[in-house]
DNA sequence: TGTACATCAGTGAACGCGCGTTCACTGATGTAC
DNA sequence: TGTACATCAGTGAACGCGCGTTCACTGATGTAC
């Protein structure tokens, strides 16, 4: 969510209308979220919507980019904060997993879910474009990794060998499936765990 | 599938109806997968899928208890054969591990997706009871792992402290989490180096 | 072996409701001169 | 400072289509006697 005070009324609404769409998509899906049901609760008419969104798969669309750039910004501020506690690359990115772990803890209730992994539970629904950047959302977070764990390696030769590009995609995996877990069972200490188990490994694998 | 010998013309149509539903949900969501496309493709009337399900989420529930139970007996068949190659447990969950993964290689095409993730994600659509029979289904997983785990720590008492708890939770979240690359990718290789890395942190883990 | 009845595995037509979308219109705010 | 016009942020009513569900009915197969 942008902050409030710098969008105009009518961006303002179009916020509401995104934070109520991605809380009932992430609950029931987005074949079983009426737009009626977004108008009822964010208190406008039909036409309303329409004013904001070309149709429903703009809604879609909407939705998906702003998640994944909120994504972005959140993960790039983590990054920035470990480099600048820590120069060496393995200490910063066991700072990282640390203070991602944290956040995910600070959540103020269970974790919604991810819209990636929702989209693509649903893909058939999205247009080739949505699932072009669904697609993509994830090869950001393989090359983010990898790139990181890359430049460990490089100073700490492991003691075993390390397959780098499934120890990239782990990061990706371990959050999908351990929001997919406090998701079923509305807890919000199991993503943080399964970060902090992430974290564990890589430093035993790397660690003199 | 069950054996097709075995079932009679109708419980054969319900089979098929489970298979062709399942496909469809899997790719678009439960909402979005209209009972007409169901029938279009199986070759009957509404009526005809009404005579074997009361209603839609008579469905859904029919879909569920048949992939728990296949899923069960798959795992039961893994650990059953690596117990049987080895009685020492913390081989034999290696060979286990080992075995799920070359299972999981073996897909005829890419990861079609997991049910419980995908109810998951639309979970307000579901009736109470299924969606507690897909929180179950994970609390069987969790306790399966959990059981295999604690025998290996008893035998070969750790160097670093280790989570069981974690440790069991990350075997259903590095599954859930591979399978979701694997389909969003349309590969099949993600999830079975998932399995593998997995297997490859109990190793370092126990391994005197 | 034949007949009566029951169950199985569906068919065909109709239903009403909710959904996404369109279209003509409107009051409030902003901008040009 | 007042007027004309444009844009913003919507309203209200209507639409048609597809969806899940129901109901009365039916031909084929199985079972009892």
Redesign the interface.
């Known amino acids: 969510m942008a902050d409030v005070h710098t969008l105009s009324k009518g961006e303002q609404t179009r916020e509401r209308l995104l934070d109520i769409a991605e809380e009932a998509i992430?609950?029931?899906?987005?074949?079983?979220t009426s737009i009626e049901e977004i108008i009822a609760e964010a208190g406008i008419t039909k036409s309303g919507f329409f004013y904001h969104f070309k149709d429903k798969h703009d809604l879609s669309k909407a939705l998906l980019l702003r998640f994944l750039e909120e994504d972005k910004a959140i993960m790039a501020d983590v990054f920035a904060r470990a480099d600048a506690l820590h120069e060496d690359p393995l200490h910063s990115f066991l700072i990282a997993m640390k203070l991602f772990a944290d956040l995910m803890s600070d959540l103020p209730s269970s974790h919604p879910?991810c819209l990636?992994?929702?989209y693509?539970?649903?893909?058939?629904?999205f247009s080739r474009e949505v699932r072009e950047l669904?697609?993509n959302s994830?090869l950001v977070w393989r090359a983010r990794f990898r790139e990181r764990l890359e430049r460990i390696a490089e100073r700490y030769p492991p003691r075993?060998p390390v397959?780098l590009?499934?120890?990239s995609?782990?990061a990706?995996?371990?959050?999908?499936?351990?929001i997919?877990?406090d998701?079923?069972?509305g807890t919000k200490t199991?993503l943080p765990?399964?970060i902090?188990?992430f974290r564990?490994?890589v430093r035993?694998?790397f660690h003199p």
Do not use: H, P, W
């Open positions: 992430l609950k029931k899906g987005f074949a079983a879910g990636v992994a929702s693509c539970y649903q893909e058939q629904q669904n697609r994830v075993v397959d590009d499934a120890l995609d782990m990706t995996v371990i959050v999908e499936g351990g997919i877990l998701k079923l069972f199991t765990d399964q902090l188990q564990q490994l035993v694998l």
